[in-house]
């Protein structure tokens, strides 16, 4: 549920050719190349004024069973669920059901502040109320079943973050309880409206909200690569709802986001108050530039998959793609695929083979920590890969790159080991930090 794609793609002015002639050969090749060297799962739609241009599927969907990944594969979309759920909200707003201007304290009374935060405010992150999937113990119940009253609780117990319309900050609470208003108002399951308002309608007919995956229905497991694909546990729907619960195929979300465009879920006036800007969050979707060109959408994660769905007003261009595995950063995937359309020039990535033995990987293994990182990294290894994790976090594996040098591509995260002097530099954005060896 947490933005994992960067939402800022690039911001520089450069001429583009014409999209008709995109070379769809290199871009196959490029994500051959991803699955071929356990880099990246998935599936990629793009399409144009509702009419498919590109669509790729690579790697699997379910690697025990071996069964490839197929356009029809559905994969969890995460926060792009916020989409659909701020949309419902609006559609309750032209309905008379709601007003976005109302304080939440009719539906919330026992939320701090609630009083003060008004509809508007969960929709664009600005409520000030704790996001309870920041919480330090998240991972360790996030598979298991909750009440409403179980989740309400735990967001209730999160408090406040900041007063609340005094900045934004990303919470994933806020749609939890847009979804209750949802079904409070309506009397009626999120699902239900969700078919009701727009997979009905928009006849999307492999996009719902997702419950345990389920294989047969062509749903897709996650994997994190740890030396090799390793199947991630599953969230618990019952937890996202809608914030991060629904599962779609790539196809159907660009309908959906080209629907949505159309005004055809909601009013084009509606439409633009989920575009208005405001500290960089709008109603339920940003702004993803891509050079001199603007998208609307919204990115996703849950478990292990990540995803993005944007679309591009002028060019009429809808683009989404679904992540299902990656020790590669989707995000250059992302700007490859857009690239190849706009004309502009990128790369088909390469990958050295790893010649380190196992024994190589001795002198980095250990305990790193400083007083000025909040954090410590373990450093172990599986055969001859060399894997990593920080404290209360997932395990990652780093690829050699040269020297004492390893990284970790996905978060842009590069260790540098010194082991004279038992130390290790993280560096990541433009951190960089010397822990020592215990």
Do not use: C
């Not at 008379?96 to 701090?112: A, R, T």
């Amino acid at each position: 549920m947490a933005k994992i794609f960067s939402t800022l793609l690039a911001v520089f002015f450069l001429h583009t050719l014409s999209a008709q002639t995109f070379d769809k050969a290199k871009l196959d090749t490029y994500f051959q190349t991803l699955a071929e060297n356990q880099k990246m799962m998935g599936s990629v739609t793009l399409s144009h004024e509702g009419k498919i241009v590109y669509q790729k599927a690579f790697g699997f969907a379910d690697l025990e069973a071996n069964i490839p990944a197929t356009p029809a594969t559905k994969y969890r979309i995460g926060s792009i669920t916020k989409m659909f759920t701020s949309a419902l909200i609006l559609k309750a707003m032209e309905e008379g059901k709601i007003d976005l201007n109302q304080k939440i304290d009719k539906f919330f009374p026992e939320i701090e502040n609630a009083s003060d935060i008004t509809i508007s405010q969960l929709m664009n992150h600005r409520s000030g109320i704790h996001s309870f999937t920041s919480n330090p113990d998240y991972l360790s119940w996030n598979t298991q079943n909750k009440s409403r009253k179980g989740l309400y609780d735990l967001i209730r117990e999160g408090g406040s973050d900041f007063a609340p319309d005094s900045k934004a900050d990303y919470s994933n609470s806020n749609y939890v309880l847009l979804t209750w208003i949802l079904e409070d108002v309506y009397m009626q399951p999120y699902s239900n409206l969700v078919k009701k308002y727009i997979t009905g309608p928009l006849n999307l007919n492999d996009t719902y909200v997702g419950q345990k995956t389920a294989i047969a229905a062509k749903e897709s497991y996650s994997y994190k690569f740890v030396s090799k694909w390793e199947k991630e546990t599953e969230t618990d729907m019952s937890i996202p709802l809608g914030a991060g619960a629904m599962v779609s195929t790539t196809e159907d979300l660009t309908k959906f986001i080209e629907g949505l465009f159309a005004g055809r879920i909601i009013s084009l006036t509606s439409l633009e108050m989920m575009k208005e800007m405001k500290d960089n969050f709008g109603r339920g979707m940003f702004v993803i530039p891509f050079y001199d060109k603007a998208s609307f959408g919204h990115t996703g994660g849950i478990d292990e998959f990540k995803s993005m769905l944007s679309y591009f007003p002028e060019q009429k261009l809808a683009f989404a793609m679904a992540v299902n595995g990656s020790s590669y950063d989707p995000n250059q995937a992302a700007i490859a695929v857009l690239s190849a359309y706009f004309g502009r020039d990128y790369e088909i990535p390469t990958f050295a083979a790893n010649t380190l033995k196992t024994e190589d990987l001795d002198p980095y293994l250990g305990v790193y920590g400083s007083a000025s990182f909040p954090l410590e990294v373990t450093i172990t290894k599986e055969n001859t890969t060399l894997i990593g994790q920080a404290t209360g976090q997932p395990k990652f594996s780093l690829e050699y790159k040269e020297g004492h040098i390893f990284i970790f591509t996905p978060a842009g995260l590069t260790l540098e080991f010194n082991p004279e002097s038992n130390e290790m530099t993280l560096k990541q954005g433009a951190g960089n930090f010397v822990l020592t060896k215990k």
